[in-house]
């Protein structure tokens, strides 16, 4: 099975949506399952896992009403505060949907020292029991508290989207690989090979300049813990669907077929549950 494991939908709007700038108006409309299916089909992809965008409880139902009725999306990546006295009381709640496999906050805007808060550890400390995951979407300057905080937890399953955004654009490698070199020794993290055209520049990427880092988080994790993952439709500021996939896949061509196969589906399968 191929999995797409890091796509969004929406219904824009300009004030819910405002990270969506000027910059980006491309993707300035609504992105529903009716305009990725046919990606996926071209493509050869089973199945995707969509993640929140937006963090609300409405999204969430937004998203689950879309999985129950389009079965290719396997899985829901939604929203909970992490921090709220009530923490119990909405993993109860999504316990109780077979297609909410996990959670995320957008932690790439807040301080790094949110993930070292007492109330924020609380609510990471109880997802285990109930058999969720958590993406953790964060900038290179929050590697340290993450490392930290994953080592806290050591039978949390985490993700890390989007390799931590290293700074593409700017050439910036090494302090970054030192850092997710660290983290990858915790077995219970793993990586998105996703969203990496997004840190590059937009219009002069390429794909030669995209493959040191991917070489080190590909030496760092293996891969038994990388998966792929479009983040369409954001992606689409810089790369086409068949590009982002074509990425991944010219980059992997090498490997054993088994190896392939493990990036492009068994390890997200594995790890959302689907």
């Given at each position: 099975m191929k999995i797409d494991a890091h796509q969004h939908f929406w219904q824009?709007?300009?004030?819910?949506?405002?990270?969506?700038?000027?910059s980006m108006q491309v993707i300035q409309?609504?992105?529903?399952?009716?305009?990725?299916?046919?990606?996926l089909d071209k493509e050869g992809i089973d199945g995707s896992v969509v993640v929140q965008a937006d963090e609300s409880f409405e999204e969430n139902t937004f998203l689950l009403d879309l999985a129950s009725q389009n079965p290719w999306i396997k899985k829901v990546v939604g929203w909970v505060d992490l921090s709220s006295e009530n923490i119990l009381m909405d993993l109860e709640k999504y316990a109780q949907e077979p297609n909410?496999?996990?959670f995320r906050m957008i932690l790439q805007?807040?301080?790094p020292e949110l993930m070292a808060a007492p109330s924020f550890r609380n609510g990471i400390s109880h997802l285990q029991k109930f058999g969720f995951t958590y993406d953790?979407?964060?900038?290179?300057?929050?590697?340290?508290?993450?490392?930290?905080l994953v080592t806290q937890f050591p039978q949390q399953p985490f993700v890390i989207d989007h390799l931590a955004k290293p700074y593409i654009k700017d050439?910036?490698?090494d302090e970054w690989a030192t850092k997710m070199n660290r983290?990858?020794?915790?077995?219970?993290?793993?990586?998105?090979?996703?969203?990496?055209?997004?840190?590059?520049?937009?219009?002069?990427?390429?794909?030669?300049?995209l493959k040191p880092y991917m070489d080190v988080v590909f030496e760092a994790f293996g891969t038994k813990r990388l998966m792929f993952g479009s983040d369409w439709p954001v992606a689409q500021v810089a790369a086409d669907y068949p590009l982002n996939v074509t990425i991944v896949e010219n980059y992997i061509h090498q490997l054993s077929q088994h190896e392939q196969a493990d990036i492009m589906g068994n390890t997200a399968a594995g790890f959302y549950g689907i």
């Amino acid at each position: 099975m191929k999995i797409d494991a890091h796509q969004h939908f929406w219904q824009y709007n300009a004030d819910k949506h405002a990270w969506i700038d000027d910059s980006m108006q491309v993707i300035q409309r609504d992105f529903l399952p009716a305009d990725l299916k046919p990606l996926l089909d071209k493509e050869g992809i089973d199945g995707s896992v969509v993640v929140q965008a937006d963090e609300s409880f409405e999204e969430n139902t937004f998203l689950l009403d879309l999985a129950s009725q389009n079965p290719w999306i396997k899985k829901v990546v939604g929203w909970v505060d992490l921090s709220s006295e009530n923490i119990l009381m909405d993993l109860e709640k999504y316990a109780q949907e077979p297609n909410m496999t996990g959670f995320r906050m957008i932690l790439q805007g807040q301080p790094p020292e949110l993930m070292a808060a007492p109330s924020f550890r609380n609510g990471i400390s109880h997802l285990q029991k109930f058999g969720f995951t958590y993406d953790i979407l964060i900038f290179p300057h929050h590697l340290d508290e993450a490392t930290d905080l994953v080592t806290q937890f050591p039978q949390q399953p985490f993700v890390i989207d989007h390799l931590a955004k290293p700074y593409i654009k700017d050439g910036k490698i090494d302090e970054w690989a030192t850092k997710m070199n660290r983290l990858a020794k915790r077995e219970n993290v793993f990586c998105k090979v996703s969203g990496m055209v997004t840190e590059a520049d937009w219009s002069n990427w390429t794909k030669e300049g995209l493959k040191p880092y991917m070489d080190v988080v590909f030496e760092a994790f293996g891969t038994k813990r990388l998966m792929f993952g479009s983040d369409w439709p954001v992606a689409q500021v810089a790369a086409d669907y068949p590009l982002n996939v074509t990425i991944v896949e010219n980059y992997i061509h090498q490997l054993s077929q088994h190896e392939q196969a493990d990036i492009m589906g068994n390890t997200a399968a594995g790890f959302y549950g689907i």
